[in-house]
């Protein structure tokens, strides 16, 4: 079952502008990454946030935590044509003494030109 | 080489057929995934190898058989697949050190069971 959950479900944007996306999840977490899928393509890892941290940044790309409210954030500054993707926060889960990450239902934003 | 390979890209099989799926790392990864993904849904997770030694398994149906002959190759052995069973399966390879942890993902393959 999937832990982290997104809104919105679909973003559409001008270029331009700024996109953010939210994430929720259930359990505590030792960190919360972003990953970006292009359309029927593999997942791409933007970037990983530890819990002791507040906000990250890359280049266009920041994220907050909020581990009081089991959330985060991803911010897309500028944004362009071609961050036209779905993305997923996934966090990590133990099980049976190994570690998964488990993955949210996702964003899927489009940036129009 | 930061590159997760998969083949094959497509795969169209029937409901009778086996079949392997091949993912290959080179980056010394030890800990490498399976996952299926539907259509506008989440990768699900399906298989974990750890150190060539299956660590999870996320009550898959037999009809799937996972395999890590070494290191740098994780397979996925198909037989008497279902139609519902045709999704996008991606592979990953998983990258830990320090402050960093990052999963390098195939670009997967395209099932489709007739």
């Known amino acids: 079952s999937q832990q982290g959950e997104e809104d919105p479900q679909a973003l559409s944007i001008q270029e331009g502008e700024n996109a953010t996306m939210n994430c929720s999840y259930k359990?505590?977490?030792?960190?919360l990454q972003w990953y970006r899928q292009n359309s029927g393509r593999g997942l791409v890892h933007l970037i990983l946030i530890r819990s002791n941290e507040r906000e990250k940044h890359s280049g266009r790309l920041r994220v907050t935590l909020d581990t009081s409210k089991k959330s985060s954030s991803l911010l897309i500054t500028a944004s362009r044509a071609a961050d036209t993707a779905s993305y997923f926060c996934?966090?990590?889960?133990?099980?049976?003494?190994?570690?998964?990450?488990?993955f949210g239902k996702g964003t899927k934003l489009t940036v129009n030109p | 080489d930061t590159e997760v390979t998969q083949t094959p890209k497509h795969l169209v099989m029937g409901m009778t057929n086996k079949k392997s799926l091949k993912c290959e790392q080179h980056m010394g990864h030890r800990a490498m995934y399976w996952y299926k993904q539907k259509a506008k849904k989440p990768p699900e997770l399906m298989f974990v190898?750890?150190?060539?030694?299956?660590?999870i398994n996320e009550s898959v149906p037999s009809r799937f058989s996972p395999e890590c002959p070494n290191s740098s190759l994780l397979n996925l052995h198909l037989h008497a697949l279902q139609p519902e069973d045709s999704a996008l399966y991606l592979c990953?390879?998983?990258?830990?050190?320090?402050?960093?942890?990052?999963?390098?993902f195939g670009p997967g393959t395209r099932l489709t069971v007739l």
């Open positions: 190898y750890s150190y060539e030694k299956l660590s």
């Open positions: 359990t505590s977490i030792n960190n």
């Open positions: 990953a390879s998983r990258f830990r050190q320090d402050l960093s942890d990052t999963q390098y």
């Open positions: 996934a966090t990590d889960l133990y099980q049976g003494g190994s570690e998964k990450l488990v």
